[in-house]
């Protein structure tokens, strides 16, 4: 996911997928934990993006102030 192609989305898009990968990081902690995740760097992914999303969407609230 790249920062230029969620800058083109709408707010309410940028909340739903905020709301996805925060479950789908949540999901993934559970599987570590449990000795069932079988790629370790896909919870960095996740991260990255829970960051990415969250830093468009607070750029959007400033510039439409």
Do not use: G
Not at 35 to 64: C, M
Request: aromatic residues 2%; positive net charge; proline residues 2%.
């Amino acid at each position: 996911m790249k920062a230029s192609d969620i800058r083109s989305q709408k707010p309410e898009e940028l909340n739903k997928q905020l709301a996805d990968a925060a479950r789908n990081l949540l999901d993934l902690r559970f599987k570590l934990e449990t000795k069932q995740l079988v790629n370790h760097r896909e919870i960095r992914r996740v991260k990255k993006d829970v960051a990415r999303l969250k830093t468009v969407i607070r750029e959007k609230e400033l510039s439409s102030r």
